[in-house]
Each structure stands twice: as structure tokens, then as C-alpha cells.
């Protein structure tokens, strides 16, 4: 059998960030849990001269949440559907299928949706599935959004509340949107839509704490965003089957690394694959920039739906949005590495490597209030020694020696494994 497909379920930690109890082996085993396989991994090559860029995207965080409502404007159904702060990767569909349920409603079967990021695509997706004739208005699409900055995993509940301004109503928004939204993913799994099963390794001495943030400043903030024990409650906890490997059984500089299942999304592949989908189904795209609500009377369609995440920030004057600025850095791709893994550094930073066709991303960074869209060139620096540092302490497989290879789980994670986990 292979061998982690024992994993009764598959509480994840995406790598560097927070690391709950570990549990070894299968749990039919309760005196004696099963050793779990070794990991036998190629080696991550960091270094500068491998470096080839380093983006910034400014997440839209509302301390409130998402906003999901419709509206009266004028005589149309006005929809919003944005501030997903960390999470608009993994939302979208969940979301979409609610403005959905919002817009059969309304009067009319024809829709404007406002923005082409990952909310804005699936709202139209899910639009278009229920019989809607469906146009796009976008300033920018991919490869220039938001969502084409992001990391991404399915990370539902990153920054993206703070623990105080929850309501009854929005938790079930939350819930609704983050089922729906894993269940759509695990459709998508392969190469068309770029969504993978994929192994996460944090490497810890201390496999029973914490790890501390990978990336640089900025987590002063977000101290307040609401965690795993504030968004699941007791009853639906992850049993958090983790496996955890040995000294001797990873290749990684410390005594233990815990395995976990991620559902990692590869945002170039995976945008570019909705556009395509979205006009396949008879959508339209047009470009155009919005500077008040007022100009949304002059479309055509009755229902308008507000997928614009930060720019409501002016469109709308939601001043309760408020950018949290990440930063990821890409290394060259290295097609033998199909895993994700981080862990400690001399310097306090955690360093994270995320592998993708489109480059090895490391390090990243939460800095709720910065505007700013250039790359701060201290992070920069601090997550490129820190994946330097790591990566090249990693032991090297033996001449010859069968890699370990990330798979599909045998039963898929619950989804409740997948909150906690930080993007
Ligand atoms: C470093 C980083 C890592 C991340 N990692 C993850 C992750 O692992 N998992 C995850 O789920 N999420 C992740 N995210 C978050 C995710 O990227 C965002 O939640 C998501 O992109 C938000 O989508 P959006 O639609 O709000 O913004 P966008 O993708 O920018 O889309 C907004 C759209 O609205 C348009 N628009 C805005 N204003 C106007 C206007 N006035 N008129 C016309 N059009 C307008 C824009 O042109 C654009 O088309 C990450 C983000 C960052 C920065």
C-alpha cells in the first residue's frame, strides 16, 4: 500500500506555518502505529544567481470578512462579492455559486460581472452554469491580477477575519463558500487546470510546536485574524493525522518533518484555464475601468455583480478594506521537485519553498496597511538567504535511490484540515 495513503485524514500544515500535535502511521494501529514510509526527496537548489523575479500582491482583508450581498441599484440587482483577503484562490467557487443563488432572484438572465481575478472568474463560471449570459468588465485581467500574485494553496482562511467581527451570518457564508469551493478543486486536479495533490514537509525540531511565520515583517496586524479554533468548531476539529518522519527517515536539517497532504493551485495555468472556459461558454471580455458606481448605470445587463477586491476600496469607498502586502520570489523551476517544504534558519526566519512549473516560490510575507506594490528588497533578501541556508543543508538522495513522489490521498482531507493554513 502506499505508504501516507494510510493517513486516516490529512490535517495540513502548508509549509513553514503552523504546525499542530502530530499523530505517526495509521490510526487502525493504536498500540503500535506504523513507521511511516521514508522521504527520499531531490535536493532544492537555492541560490541567487537562480533568482528570477519577485512579485508583490496587496491581498484585499476586510477585518469584517468577505462581503456577499445583493442589493437594489436603480432598477438592478447589485451583487458584491469581494474582500477575500488571503483566501480568493481558495473561495472563488464556493462564492460564485452564492452570487449565483442571488442572481436567479433577479429579473433577467444577463450579467455583468466587475473584475477577472479568481472571484470574478468563478462568480462568472458559476453564472453561466445556471443559464446567465455573462460579460466580464475588467481594468485588468490575467496575467495582471491579484490573484496571479498569489502562492497559492487552498488556504480558506487566511487573513481573512478577524476573530471579534464574525456574525452568525457570515461564519455560515464562510462555511457554505469553503465546501463548495474544496469539492469544485478536487475536480479540477491535473495538468489542464493546474490544481495538484501535493506533499507539504515542515521540518521542526520540536514536532509538537509551533514554527513561527516564514517571510519577513508585518505580523503584528494580523494577530487578531481568526484562527482554526475560532472558524471550526470543536465538533468538526481535524483529527490532524499528520505524519511525522524521524531523524534519518527526511532529508531536511533537523530531527523530525511532518507530512502533509496540500491541494496547491498554480495561478498562472489555473486563471488562464477559467478565461478560456469562461469564452468556451459563450463570455464575453471587455476592458474597462469603473470610477463610480454611477457608471455601473450605464451597462446594459440587470444584474451587476462586484468582484473588483481592492478597488472597492475607491469604487465603492469601502474604506474597511485594508491591503495586506505579500511578496514571493521565484527560483528556476526544477521539474524532479513535486513537494513543498520549509522550516528554521539561524536567522529566526522560517524559509518555504513552493514548487511550481513556473518556478521554485520562496519566502513570503503578510503586511496588513502597505500599499506599496514594489518588492521590499529587505524581504527579499532575508527570504533568499533563509531558503539558501535551509535548502542547502538538505541531504541528497543516494545515487540511484527511488524519489518519493507526492500522490492523490486514498480518501481526501477533510476539509476542515485545510484551515490554520497560512498563504
Ligand atoms: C503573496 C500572495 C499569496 C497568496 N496566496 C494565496 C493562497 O495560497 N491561496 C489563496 O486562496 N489566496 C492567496 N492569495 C490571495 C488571493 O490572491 C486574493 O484573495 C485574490 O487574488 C483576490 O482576488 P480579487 O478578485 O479580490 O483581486 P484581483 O485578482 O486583483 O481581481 C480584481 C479584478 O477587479 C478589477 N478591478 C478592480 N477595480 C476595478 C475598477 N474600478 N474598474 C474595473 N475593474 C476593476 C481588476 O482589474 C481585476 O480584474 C495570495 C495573495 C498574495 C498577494
Redesign the pocket.
Known amino acids: 500500500m502506499n505508504r501516507r495513503r494510510m493517513l486516516k485524514t490529512g490535517g495540513m500544515a502548508l509549509v513553514g506555518f503552523g504546525l499542530g500535535s502530530c499523530r505517526t502511521g495509521s490510526a487502525t494501529s493504536a498500540s503500535r502505529p506504523a513507521r511511516p514510509a521514508p522521504a527520499v526527496l531531490a535536493p532544492v537548489h537555492a541560490s541567487w544567481d537562480r533568482v528570477l523575479r519577485t512579485t508583490?500582491?496587496?491581498?484585499?482583508h476586510r477585518d469584517a470578512g468577505f462581503v456577499l450581498r445583493a442589493e437594489r441599484f436603480g432598477d438592478k440587482t447589485l451583487i458584491h462579492d469581494?474582500g477575500?483577503?488571503?483566501?480568493?484562490?481558495?473561495?472563488g467557487w464556493g462564492c460564485g455559486a452564492m452570487v449565483a443563488d442571488f442572481a436567479q432572484q433577479a429579473s433577467g438572465r444577463r450579467a455583468a460581472v466587475?473584475?477577472?481575478?479568481?472571484?470574478?472568474l468563478t462568480a462568472a463560471r458559476q453564472l453561466q452554469r445556471r443559464g446567465f449570459e455573462v460579460t466580464i468588465?475588467?481594468?485588468?485581467?490575467p496575467p495582471n491580477?491579484?490573484?496571479?500574485?498569489?502562492?497559492?494553496?487552498?488556504?480558506?482562511t487566511?487573513a481573512l477575519v478577524n476573530r471579534d467581527r464574525r456574525t452568525a451570518e457570515w461564519d455560515a457564508q464562510f462555511v457554505r463558500a469553503a465546501e463548495i469551493s474544496y469539492r469544485e478543486l478536487q475536480l479540477m486536479v491535473g495538468r489542464t487546470y493546474g490544481v495538484y495533490w501535493m506533499d507539504s514537509y515542515n521540518a521542526t525540531d520540536t514536532p509538537t510546536s509551533g514554527t513561527g511565520r516564514g517571510g519577513g515583517r508585518g505580523g503584528e496586524g494580523r494577530s487578531n485574524y481568526a484562527t482554526d479554533a475560532d472558524l471550526v468548531p470543536e465538533s468538526l476539529r481535524p483529527n490532524r493525522f499528520r505524519e511525522l518522519l524521524g531523524p534519518g527517515d527526511h532529508p531536511f536539517p533537523t530531527k523530525y518533518a511532518v507530512r502533509t497532504l496540500a491541494l496547491s493551485?498554480e495561478p498562472s495555468i489555473y486563471l488562464d484555464a477559467l478565461v478560456r472556459d469562461f469564452l468556451a461558454f459563450g463570455g464575453r471580455i471587455v476592458i474597462?475601468?469603473?470610477?463610480a458606481p454611477r457608471d455601473l448605470m450605464t451597462l446594459a445587463e440587470p444584474v451587476v455583480v462586484n468582484?473588483?477586491?481592492?478597488?472597492s476600496y475607491?469604487?465603492f469607498d469601502d474604506k474597511a478594506l485594508v491591503p495586506v502586502k505579500?511578496?514571493?520570489t521565484a527560483l528556476v523551476p526544477q521539474r524532479e521537485i513535486d513537494y513543498r517544504a520549509g522550516g528554521p534558519t539561524s536567522s529566526g526566519v522560517n524559509a518555504t519553498m513552493n514548487s511550481r512549473s513556473d518556478g521554485l516560490i520562496v519566502g513570503?510575507?503578510q503586511d496588513p496597511g502597505n500599499w506599496s506594490l514594489e518588492p521590499d528588497e529587505d524581504v527579499r533578501q532575508r527570504n533568499v538567504d533563509a531558503a539558501i541556508e535551509f535548502f542547502s543543508a538538505m541531504r541528497a538522495p543516494k545515487a540511484g535511490a527511488r524519489l518519493t513522489r507526492s500522490a492523490p490521498p486514498r480518501i481526501a482531507p477533510p476539509l476542515q484540515s485545510f484551515f490554520d493554513v497560512d498563504?
Do not use: E, W
Open positions: 508583490v500582491g496587496l491581498r484585499p469581494y477575500h483577503a488571503g483566501a480568493g484562490m481558495s473561495l466587475i473584475g477577472c481575478g479568481s472571484p470574478g468588465y475588467a481594468m485588468t485581467v491580477t491579484t490573484s496571479n500574485m498569489s502562492l497559492a494553496g487552498f488556504t480558506p487566511t493551485i474597462r475601468k469603473f470610477d468582484c473588483t477586491g481592492l478597488g475607491t469604487l505579500g511578496q514571493l513570503n510575507l498563504s
